[in-house]
T-cell receptor, first 114, second 116 residues
Framework: GDSVTQMEGPVTLSEEAFLTINCTYTATGYPSLFWYVQYPGEGLQLLLKATKADDKGSNKGFEATYRKETTSFHLEKGSVQVSDSAVYFCALSVPSGNTGKLIFGQGTTLQVKP | KAGVTQTPRYLIKTRGQQVTLSCSPISGHRSVSWYQQTPGQGLQFLFEYFSETQRNKGNFPGRFSGRQFSNSRSEMNVSTLELGDSALYLC???????????????FGPGTRLTVL
């Protein structure tokens, strides 16, 4: 079945370090791919998305490129800040019939130290 | 535009009771999905409603049910609560589907349910 695998956390970085969170997926159709972020005590916020191969999603300095050949959607940021500390979820949506439920990875906790 | 709202934000119940959670989608959104988030299982899809019809259901027992009203607001109900139902319940709204692609889902803050 469809699934998403993220790198294990927690990831601990110093401020201004480079961030990569790996995400790979398995899907039978042509998924849309998403990164969501969850801050403590809150719901999920959409960070970025890509709907077809080679699309690059970007927002707030974060980027991810939809790589069909490697079935990956890795999240990157050139210089992290303490305020980026949160849990990051990679997700896919494969429309089936008339529904498009999200399938999530297990989440990766990022801790940025000053 | 106001975001997705969920009420209540926190609930404490005891085993065997039932609970109803409410979700108001973003204005104009007709699709509402529900997800359960637990430390052990992560984020799991419960069900999706569109125009008052359930379009998809996840792998949860029949104790979990939901409905959607004509104004797109949705409720989910859990009967005969078990300790394992303790979780954060998240609601998400979207415009639905178009051209075979799902519109982005926007999440509410969640309802934290604790079962004692």
């Amino acid at each position: 079945g469809d699934s998403v695998t993220q790198m294990e956390g927690p990831v601990t970085l110093s401020e201004e370090a480079f961030l990569t969170i790996n995400c790979t997926y398995t899907a039978t159709g042509y998924p849309s791919l998403f990164w969501y972020v969850q801050y403590p005590g809150e719901g999920l916020q959409l960070l970025l998305k890509a709907t077809k191969a080679d699309d690059k999603g970007s927002n707030k300095g974060f980027e991810a490129t939809y790589r069909k050949e490697t079935t990956s959607f890795h999240l990157e940021k050139g210089s992290v800040q303490v305020s980026d500390s949160a849990v990051y979820f990679c997700a896919l949506s494969v429309p089936s019939g008339n529904t498009g439920k999200l399938i999530f990875g297990q989440g990766t906790t990022l801790q940025v130290k000053p | 535009k106001a975001g997705v709202t969920q009420t209540p934000r926190y609930l404490i119940k005891t085993r065997g009771q039932q609970v109803t959670l409410s979700c108001s989608p973003i204005s104009g959104h007709r699709s509402v999905s529900w997800y359960q988030q637990t430390p052990g299982q992560g984020l799991q899809f419960l069900f999706e409603y569109f125009s008052e019809t359930q379009r998809n259901k996840g792998n949860f027992p029949g104790r979990f049910s939901g409905r959607q009203f004509s104004n797109s607001r949705s409720e989910m109900n859990v009967s005969t609560l078990e300790l394992g139902d303790s979780a954060l319940y998240l609601c998400a709204s979207s415009l639905g589907l178009a051209g075979g692609r799902a519109y982005t889902q926007y999440f509410g803050p969640g309802t934290r349910l604790t079962v004692l």
